[in-house]
Each structure stands twice: as structure tokens, then as C-alpha cells.
């Protein structure tokens, strides 16, 4: 699993940050992105799904958002 530091990042910034990280790795590979802004954890999940990845975790941990992508075929 890859991490993303993508606290004090407002949107758009963290699913541009998943989305370049995507870019460096290949398909089954996974990403936690740890965020602070709220609206992420709606904004990356709703980007992976129409890019071809998929959420498998989405969950709040001490004012932080963490976001685990599965990348998909579509981006390879």
C-alpha cells in the first residue's frame, strides 16, 4: 500500500495528488490518502469510480479523512 500525505490540502488539490500518484503505479496497486478537508471523502471516491478504480475504505480518524483507492485497468 502507498501512502498520501494530502493533510491541509483543500479541493481540488487531494484528488489531483491521487490522481499523479495514480500515474507512477499499476493496476491491483493500492493508495491511502490521509486528508483533513472533509469534502475528499466524497471528491476521490466519486473521481476513482468514474476513472475505473475502486474505494475500498473510507473512514474518519482523529479530524483526518483516509481514502483507500484500488487502481483499476482504465488508467494503466
Not at 484528488?15 to 469534502?39: F, H, S
Not at 466524497?42 to 478504480?53: N, Q, S, T
Request: aromatic share 4%; hydrophobic share 40%; glycine share 6%.
Amino acid at each position: 500500500m502507498h501512502t498520501l500525505d494530502a493533510r491541509r490540502l483543500l479541493c481540488p488539490m487531494p484528488v489531483i495528488r491521487v490522481q499523479q500518484m495514480i500515474e507512477t503505479l499499476k493496476a491491483g496497486d493500492q493508495i491511502e490518502a490521509i486528508c483533513t478537508d472533509p469534502g475528499a471523502m466524497h471528491d476521490i471516491p466519486a473521481w476513482a469510480k468514474v476513472h475505473g478504480h475502486k474505494t475500498i475504505e473510507i473512514r474518519e480518524e482523529d479530524y483526518e479523512y483516509i481514502i483507500v483507492i484500488e487502481i483499476g485497468e482504465g488508467d494503466e
